[in-house]
C-alpha cells in the first residue's frame, strides 16, 4: 500500500510558476513509476506528466512540455512538478500516481492521491 499526499496547489497568474509535491508513504517508493495527471471541470483526467524508478526518464503531454518539469527524491519519497510559464488552461485539480509499469494510461495506475487545486488567471 502507499499513500500519496499533493501539496503546493494555489493562485498563481498567467506567467507564473507552481510548484506541486507529493509525499508517498511506506519503503516501495522507490518500486513505482510515478506520474502527474489532471483534471478540469466537466473534463476527463489527463496525463501531464510521468517518471521512471530512478528519474532518468520522463515525458510529458505536448501541452505541458517545455514548461513542466517532473522530479522525485527516492530518499524524500516525494515527487514533484515543476510548472512554469502557467496559463489559464492550466487550471485544474492535480493528482499525482503511483503504477508499477511505465504507462501515461489513468487506468493503469494503482494508486492516487486526492488532488490539489492549482487556478492560473489570464
Known amino acids: 500500500q502507499v499513500q500519496l499526499i499533493e501539496s503546493g496547489g494555489g493562485l498563481a497568474q498567467a506567467g507564473g510558476s507552481l510548484r506541486l509535491s507529493c509525499a508517498a508513504s511506506?519503503?516501495?517508493?522507490?518500486?513505482?513509476?510515478m506520474g502527474w495527471f489532471r483534471q478540469a471541470p466537466g473534463k476527463e483526467r489527463e496525463f501531464v506528466a510521468r517518471?521512471?524508478?530512478?528519474?532518468?526518464?520522463?515525458s510529458y503531454a505536448d501541452s505541458v512540455k517545455g514548461r513542466f518539469t517532473i522530479s522525485r527524491d527516492n530518499a524524500k519519497n516525494t515527487v514533484y512538478l515543476q510548472m512554469n510559464s502557467l496559463k489559464p488552461e492550466d487550471t485544474a485539480v492535480y493528482y499525482c500516481?503511483?503504477?508499477?509499469?511505465?504507462?501515461?494510461?489513468?487506468?493503469?495506475?494503482?494508486?492516487w492521491g486526492q488532488g490539489t487545486q492549482v487556478t492560473v488567471s489570464a
Open positions: 517518471i521512471t524508478l530512478t528519474g532518468t526518464m520522463t
Open positions: 511506506g519503503r516501495t517508493f522507490s518500486t513505482y513509476y
Open positions: 500516481a503511483a503504477s508499477t509499469i511505465w504507462t501515461m494510461m489513468a487506468g493503469r495506475y494503482d494508486y
